[in-house]
């Protein structure tokens, strides 16, 4: 099955800076990559998410990449702020319903 | 809120007992899930109900026992379960299988003594 490799496990930024996480799959045939924050107390939510058709995508301050041929996405923060301090899910689908998630990024911002 | 809620949010229970857990959406979704999550470790799919059938058991032993009565309601019953079950359990909701946006609820926090 799908194999998702998320790193770094943990990602210590200053107020303002940009924060990267990365992701790598193994399986060829994965057409969706979702990102998903979990504040504490809370559930995972989907971010922003990316098809294997379309190589960047950004929504205000996040923006995800995708390199198909590396097998690797990435997803990226800038000028972060306190309360984008959560964990960081990614995750690959080959078909539908099936997500295989990373093990999570914990992000903190320092004020 | 992300229209998917559980109940309870925490919950202790000794190896013997018996309890359910409760998830609800008030999505219109017709595809609900249930996940388990364990520190420091992926996100593990357990059960897959799409219009009330079953259509994923991902080797999930048989003292987790999920019902699924209407596409609003999904509950995860449990019985003599081990610690090493004890983790967040996730619900999710999709408006189908073939859409992969997932909302989630805030989870069951289960410690089993």
């Known amino acids: 099955g799908e194999n998702v490799e998320q790193h770094p496990s943990t990602l210590s930024v200053q107020e303002g800076d940009s924060a990267v996480i990365k992701c790598t799959y193994s399986?060829?045939?994965?057409?969706?990559f979702p990102w998903y924050k979990q504040e504490l107390g809370k559930g995972p939510q989907l971010i922003i998410d990316i098809r294997s058709n379309v190589g960047e995508k950004k929504d205000q301050r996040i923006a995800v990449t995708l390199n198909k041929t590396a097998k690797h996405f990435s997803l990226h923060i800038t000028e972060t702020q306190p309360e984008d301090s959560a964990v960081y899910f990614c995750a690959a689908s080959i078909s539908d319903y099936k997500l295989s998630f990373g093990a999570g990024t914990t992000v903190t911002v320092r004020a | 809120e992300t229209g998917v809620t559980q109940t309870p949010r925490h919950l202790v229970m000794g190896m013997t007992n018996k309890k359910s857990l409760k998830c609800e959406q008030h999505?219109?979704?017709?595809?609900m899930y249930w996940y388990k999550q364990s520190a420091k470790k992926p996100l593990e799919l357990m059960f897959v109900?799409?219009?009330?059938?079953?259509?994923e058991n991902n080797s999930v032993p048989s003292r987790f026992s999920p019902e699924c009565p209407n596409s609003s309601h999904l509950f995860l019953h449990l019985h003599t379960l081990q610690p090493e079950d004890s983790a967040l359990y996730l619900c999710?909701?999709?408006?189908?299988?073939?859409?992969?946006?997932?909302?989630f609820g805030p989870g069951t926090r289960l410690t089993v003594l």
């Open positions: 999505l219109g979704h017709n595809a």
């Open positions: 399986d060829s045939a994965s057409n969706y």
């Open positions: 999710a909701s999709s408006f189908g299988l073939a859409d992969n946006e997932q909302f």
């Open positions: 109900y799409s219009l009330e059938e079953r259509v």
